[in-house]
Nanobody, 124 residues
Framework: QVQLVESGGGLVQPGGSLRLSCVVS????????MGWYRQAPGKERELVAE???????DYLNSVKGRFTISKDNAKNTVYLQMNNLKPADSAVYYC??????????????????WGQGTQVTVSS
């Protein structure tokens, strides 16, 4: 199984910054896509940012220009840099890996793996 470990959450004031990290237990070359999700109490879990194996990124509209997703293949780590944080950003943040699992010489399947989450609280 693929193991994901998130870190970097904490309590910050509005306008502050945090960098979240997600360490993956195997090479990112076997990961088709990594995503950062968040879930606030009473709210649906939502996709915040994602990056695919080619490095193409996408973002939730409300975080565009403030958040940046990146990865370091040598460290098997994906990051989420969060700037100008707002109270509405408060949530548990989860990383998710779409893992490539070969099943034959020509076929493969994609398995989803989730981290345990890290709490981000933006408050005065």
């Amino acid at each position: 199984q693929v193991q994901l470990v998130e870190s970097g959450g904490g309590l910050v004031q509005p306008g502050g910054s945090l960098r979240l990290s997600c360490v993956v237990s195997e090479s990112l070359f076997n990961i088709e896509r990594m995503g950062w999700y968040r879930q606030a109490p009473g709210k649906e879990r939502e996709l915040v940012a994602e990056i695919d194996i080619a490095g193409v990124t996408d973002y939730l509209n409300s975080v565009k220009g403030r958040f940046t997703i990146s990865k370091d293949n040598a460290k098997n780590t994906v990051y989420l840099q969060m700037n100008n944080l707002k109270p509405a950003d408060s949530a548990v943040y989860y990383c998710k890996a779409d893992h490539i699992r070969p099943i034959s010489e020509t076929d493969y399947e994609i398995d989803d793996y989730w981290g345990q989450g890290t709490q981000v609280t933006v408050s005065s």
